[in-house]
């Protein structure tokens, strides 16, 4: 799934380029909200991150969001003051259906959000039978999947609800905001996180970040 991007104009041709003018959350006082309603901020002023979610919202899939990347990278963009965004290997939408939890029809998806567009790629995931892959019981809903997910900043997603943008982000973004790049608690694998830690540069291309590698 899939950081912010300077490529708005390469979207699927499905995101009809609408004018930004999204209402935001209202946030109470508490520490978690003001970094969902900052977070928020960021995406609504991103013209790419928009257009994505208003692709992703004319599908009407249930539970959806677009997580992992889409939201962490935009917040590391911001923190390390970078003109230009970092772009998206790919899109990663996820949703929770159980009626339609066959690969060929996230696949469907992917071919309708892909049409005619360049980099970067959609990928759908149906979070109604990712579990299997993972060795899990089977997740109630997209929130739970996305709470197994490697690194705490990555368990993050955002959607459209009734005209809001909408946070999800079930271990919170204090690190996301503080650039911590930590292993979830809930996965166990320290050598797959550190390996996935390498491979995508992120201390490289953000290099504020900080690694905790307990």
């Known amino acids: 799934m899939k950081g912010g991007d300077n490529s708005g104009d390469n979207l699927v041709t499905a995101a009809a380029k609408k004018p930004v003018t999204m ?6 006082a508490s520490a978690h909200n003001r970094l969902c309603d900052m977070t928020a901020r960021l995406i609504a002023n991103s013209d790419f991150h928009m257009q994505c979610l208003y692709a992703a919202d004319k599908l009407g899939l249930h539970d959806w969001m677009i997580g992992t990347g889409f939201v962490r990278n935009l917040i590391w963009d ?3 003051g970078k003109a230009s965004a970092t772009s998206l290997n790919d899109i990663d939408l996820i949703y929770f259906d159980r009626q339609h939890a066959d690969k060929p029809h996230d696949m469907m998806l992917e071919k309708q959000l892909n049409h005619g567009a360049a980099n970067p790629v959609w990928e759908v995931r149906n979070q109604a039978r990712m579990h299997l892959k ?26 459209l609800e009734q005209g809001m943008i909408k946070i999800i982000a ?44 307990e």
């Open 23 to 28: 209402t935001l959350p209202e946030c109470g």
């Open 78 to 80: 911001h923190t390390h």
């Open 134 to 159: 993972k060795g899990h019981q089977p997740y109630q809903n997209s929130t739970q999947a996305i709470s197994y997910w490697v690194e705490t900043a990555t368990c993050v997603g955002v959607r």
């Open 170 to 213: 079930p271990l919170g973004l204090a690190n996301n905001w503080a650039g911590i790049v930590r292993r979830n608690p809930a996965f166990s694998d320290s050598a797959v996180f550190l390996q996935r830690v390498a491979q995508k540069q992120w201390l490289s291309t953000w290099p504020q970040l900080r690694l905790d590698k």
